[in-house]
């Protein structure tokens, strides 16, 4: 790699030998052996969290947070915000490993349960209570720990139990909302459609009423935990004439992945979140009984409900992925040597590291005051929106600024930026495109609807 090769020898700490239970790239760990039987180091150049911080200055030091702005954190927020960190001992020797073969560790969600991590904010009976704000510090850091970790408290959290604790019967809460927090049992949430994403009021499946059952036919795609788990919260448009008002509208159900006419295919050649599966469902004359709808889904209005309350989530990932990225930049500038001296002495890497910083800052500002907007219960609409295409867009930019800082490194999985940059892509998407959660701001400043 010329003049831009990177290759470890700047003495960094904490991965600079091989972690135990690490799997590299070449399935042995600290070394790969090329075709010559020469040896090639593998070693990475950036420093791995310490798993046992417990402080906010351990936990966000000074440099990542230049305003201060949680170094205030106590309590249980700072107890959720440190387990969540705790994670990153058992997850990072072995997560490139899991996202270079595309494999999902699907017991991490039940890691997640025993920590209680999962229930997203929401009051789920025998759980823990997360603030606004230490829901979005979990957020953060199992995000800045991993993406596709940071996604499945989405999937199982943020979509599935909440659908179920804010539209579903009590029996159904009482059947469901344990299991998923504790992670025993794993949840999809299936909205998205082959012909129907950022317009998926328009979906395209349907529920038949006949006789005591519910009848399923319809495709779904991207859905996280859609294949090999226990439970899809199906959104589909209800066929029941009897009912006036339910009739033509969206509706959610519960319905078991064991069950005939339920077919699902993994998706592959993902280039971003490979360490968590998403599935194209086909549903075929699936039949669920009649108790099995969420009574309180009673129009797309209902559903919004749900996809509202995850977008700030999605803003506090990308603070996540974004603080990690900075991070690497920062330690990998100031260990790095090159022409006798640390790049961090040139001064175009000190504008660079400050402009990361500038765009870094206004992230956390963005997330704290949707934290604070959402204790109050004033929190809108479209300011998630708002945080929610602000913080992606400026995690992309972080990300593609460390990744070049890190030189020949920044592309190598084991330093991490790179994984980061890559999952992304999948954040900057989901949850609202970047253009529809724009198109909701505009609504709300003009007062005119510009979606069609």
Same mark, same amino acid.
């Given at each position: 790699?010329?003049?831009?090769?990177?290759?470890?020898?700047?003495?960094?700490?904490?991965?600079?030998?091989?972690? @135990?239970?690490?799997?590299?790239?070449?399935?042995? @760990?600290?070394?790969?052996?090329?075709?010559?039987?020469?040896?090639?180091? *593998?070693?990475?150049?950036?420093?791995?969290?310490?798993?046992?911080?417990?402080?906010?200055?351990?936990?966000?030091?000074?440099?990542?947070?230049?305003?201060?702005? &949680?170094?205030?954190?106590?309590?249980?927020?700072?107890?959720?915000?440190?387990?969540?960190?705790?994670? +990153?001992?058992?997850?990072?020797?072995?997560?490139?490993?899991?996202?270079?073969?595309?494999?999902?560790?699907?017991?991490? /969600?039940?890691?997640?349960?025993?920590?209680?991590?999962?229930?997203?904010?929401?009051?789920? @009976?025998?759980?823990?209570?997360?603030?606004?704000?230490?829901?979005?510090?979990?957020?953060?850091?199992?995000?800045?720990?991993?993406?596709?970790?940071?996604?499945?408290?989405?999937?199982?959290?943020?979509?599935?139990?909440?659908? /179920?604790?804010?539209?579903?019967?009590?029996?159904?809460?009482?059947?469901?909302?344990?299991?998923?927090?504790?992670?025993?049992?794993?949840?999809?949430?299936?909205?998205?459609? @082959? *012909?129907?994403?950022?317009?998926?009021?328009?979906?395209?499946?349907?529920?038949?009423?006949?006789?005591?059952?519910?009848?399923?036919?319809?495709?779904?795609?991207?859905?996280?935990?859609?294949?090999?788990?226990?439970?899809?919260?199906?959104?589909?448009?209800?066929?029941?004439?009897?009912?006036?008002?339910?009739?033509? #509208?969206?509706?959610?159900?519960?319905?078991?992945?064991?069950?005939?006419?339920?077919?699902?295919?993994?998706?592959?050649?993902?280039?971003?979140?490979?360490?968590?599966? #998403?599935?194209?469902?086909?549903?075929?004359?699936?039949?669920?009984?009649?108790?099995?709808?969420?009574?309180?889904?009673?129009?797309?209005?209902?559903?919004?409900?749900?996809? &509202?309350?995850?977008?700030?989530?999605?803003?506090?990932?990308?603070?996540?992925?974004?603080?990690?990225?900075?991070?690497?930049?920062?330690?990998?500038?100031?260990?790095?040597?090159?022409?006798?001296?640390?790049?961090?002495?040139?001064?175009?890497? #000190?504008?660079?590291?400050?402009?990361?910083?500038?765009?870094?800052?206004?992230?956390?500002?963005?997330?704290?005051?949707?934290?604070?907007?959402?204790?109050?219960?004033?929190?809108?609409?479209?300011?998630?929106?708002?945080?929610?295409?602000?913080?992606?867009?400026?995690?992309?930019?972080?990300?593609?600024? +460390?990744?070049?800082?890190?030189?020949?490194?920044? /592309?190598?999985?084991?330093?991490?930026?790179?994984?980061?940059?890559?999952?992304?892509?999948?954040?900057?998407?989901?949850?609202?495109?970047?253009?529809?959660?724009?198109?909701?701001?505009?609504?709300? /400043?003009?007062?005119?609807?510009?979606?069609?």
């Amino acid at each position: 790699m010329t003049s831009n090769d990177t290759s470890a020898d700047s003495g960094s700490s904490g991965w600079g030998a091989p972690v @135990p239970g690490h799997i590299s790239l070449g399935g042995n @760990p600290g070394a790969d052996e090329d075709r010559r039987g020469s040896v090639v180091t *593998d070693r990475a150049v950036v420093s791995a969290p310490d798993a046992a911080a417990a402080t906010p200055a351990e936990l966000l030091p000074a440099a990542a947070d230049h305003y201060g702005l &949680f170094q205030d954190v106590a309590g249980e927020d700072l107890r959720a915000w440190a387990d969540a960190r705790s994670l +990153a001992s058992e997850i990072l020797p072995r997560i490139n490993d899991w996202w270079d073969r595309g494999e999902y560790p699907i017991e991490l /969600i039940a890691r997640l349960g025993e920590l209680d991590l999962l229930t997203d904010g929401l009051e789920v @009976p025998g759980h823990r209570v997360l603030s606004p704000l230490a829901t979005g510090l979990v957020n953060m850091e199992l995000s800045r720990i991993d993406g596709s970790v940071g996604t499945m408290v989405g999937v199982q959290g943020g979509l599935a139990l909440r659908s /179920i604790m804010l539209l579903g019967s009590e029996e159904q809460k009482e059947r469901w909302g344990d299991s998923l927090a504790r992670g025993t049992e794993h949840a999809a949430f299936a909205l998205t459609e @082959p *012909d129907h994403g950022s317009d998926s009021v328009s979906l395209e499946t349907v529920a038949r009423r006949d006789g005591d059952s519910w009848v399923l036919s319809g495709e779904k795609r991207w859905i996280g935990n859609g294949a090999g788990c226990h439970l899809s919260v199906v959104w589909a448009r209800v066929d029941d004439p009897s009912d006036e008002q339910l009739n033509g #509208q969206v509706s959610g159900f519960l319905v078991d992945q064991s069950l005939p006419g339920y077919k699902a295919e993994v998706i592959r050649g993902k280039v971003a979140l490979r360490a968590i599966h #998403q599935a194209h469902i086909t549903l075929t004359d699936v039949r669920i009984p009649l108790d099995q709808r969420l009574p309180g889904a009673r129009s797309f209005k209902d559903t919004s409900r749900v996809l &509202f309350a995850t977008r700030a989530g999605v803003a506090w990932g990308a603070l996540g992925h974004a603080t990690a990225c900075y991070e690497a930049a920062l330690e990998h500038a100031t260990t790095r040597i090159q022409f006798g001296r640390p790049l961090a002495k040139a001064q175009h890497v #000190q504008v660079r590291l400050a402009d990361m910083l500038q765009t870094l800052t206004s992230m956390q500002l963005h997330c704290w005051r949707l934290a604070d907007l959402e204790a109050a219960g004033t929190i809108r609409p479209e300011q998630a929106s708002l945080a929610k295409v602000h913080n992606t867009r400026a995690a992309r930019e972080i990300a593609a600024n +460390a990744r070049d800082l890190l030189g020949g490194s920044g /592309i190598l999985l084991e330093n991490r930026v790179v994984r980061h940059r890559s999952d992304l892509e999948a954040l900057h998407t989901y949850e609202g495109t970047d253009t529809m959660q724009s198109l909701i701001v505009g609504r709300a /400043i003009t007062g005119v609807s510009a979606f069609a």
